[in-house]
């Protein structure tokens, strides 16, 4: 069982992952933009390729890792370097984090 002084080191671990590479999004919820936040994007596997009548599409995920204060949910949308990422799944289930996979739109 964790116990609180658990669960703080493990906060504060989440917290330096965060800080060593952290990137600010504004998440927009519906079409309206929510405070900007600070989270660390990670490649979320190898790109997908699949086939449409479009022709043949590739995507991409990322992986979002925030701390507990991490505001996101599933169909939420952000933008980063001109690359806008739909939220796909979160997980708020942990007492020490928030993780949500986004995928890239288009």
């Known amino acids: ?4 002084i658990d669960t703080q ?6 917290a330096e ?3 060593d590479r952290p990137t600010q999004i504004i998440v927009n919820r519906g079409g309206v933009n929510l405070l900007p ?6 490649k979320a596997g190898s790109p997908r390729e699949s086939m449409s009548e479009a022709g043949k599409q590739v995507s991409a995920g990322v ?3 925030g701390d507990t204060s991490l505001d996101i949910a ?4 952000f933008a980063l370097a001109g690359v806008t990422y739909l939220v796909l799944f979160v997980d708020k289930n942990s007492p020490v984090k928030v993780v949500a996979e986004a ?4």
């Open 1 to 4: 069982m964790i116990d609180s």
């Open 37 to 42: 936040q600070t989270v660390r994007l990670v």
């Open 74 to 77: 599933r169909g939420d949308r």
């Open 63 to 65: 992986l979002v890792l």
């Open 17 to 19: 992952i965060i800080a």
């Open 103 to 106: 995928q890239v739109l288009g």
């Open 9 to 14: 080191a493990i906060k504060d671990q989440i």
